[in-house]
C-alpha cells in the first residue's frame, strides 16, 4: 500500500515536472508592441511604430463610449480575435504612449526616473 502510494506520488510529481517544462518551452506569441511597451529602455519611436503596424490593417478594439452608442447592435460579435484578445493592452498602449510624450529625449529614449526627479525638483526650486 505504501509503495503504492509513493509511486502515485512520484508519478504526479513527474507529470507535473513535464507540464512545466512544456509550458516554458511554448512559443512566446505576444506581440512586440506589449513587450517593447514593459521595456523602460525601449525607443519610444519605435514603440509607437511597432503597434501602428501591428494594427495597420487589423479592426481596432472598441472603446466603452462606442458599445454604449450601439446599445441594440452586435457591434462584439464582429469583432476579430485580435482586437478582443488584446483589447486591454490596446488601450494600456495609448495611455502608455500619450503618458511618455512628455518624456521623450531626442534619440527616442525615454527619461529614467532619475531624470524625471531631477527635472521636477529644478521645476520645484524655481517656482519658490
Known amino acids: 500500500m505504501k509503495t503504492k502510494n509513493i509511486l502515485f506520488k512520484i508519478l504526479i510529481l513527474f507529470f507535473g515536472f513535464l507540464q512545466n ?3 516554458q518551452d511554448a512559443k512566446d506569441d505576444t506581440p512586440e508592441w506589449i ?14 511604430s511597432t503597434f501602428n503596424e501591428y494594427w495597420k490593417n487589423k ?14 447592435s452586435k457591434i462584439r460579435e464582429n469583432k476579430e480575435k485580435e482586437a478582443i ?10 495611455l502608455w504612449q500619450k503618458k511618455n510624450l ?5 534619440d527616442g529614449t525615454l527619461l529614467t526616473q532619475d531624470e524625471k ?10 517656482r519658490n
Open 59 to 72: 479592426e481596432k478594439p472598441v472603446g466603452e463610449g462606442e458599445i454604449f452608442a450601439a446599445k441594440n
Open 117 to 126: 526627479l531631477e527635472i521636477w525638483e529644478k521645476e520645484k526650486k524655481a
Open 21 to 23: 517544462v512544456k509550458a
Open 35 to 48: 513587450k517593447m511597451m514593459n521595456d523602460p529602455n525601449v525607443n519610444y519611436f519605435e514603440a509607437v
Open 85 to 94: 484578445l488584446y483589447s486591454f493592452e490596446y488601450k494600456k498602449f495609448l
Open 102 to 106: 512628455a518624456y521623450v529625449k531626442s
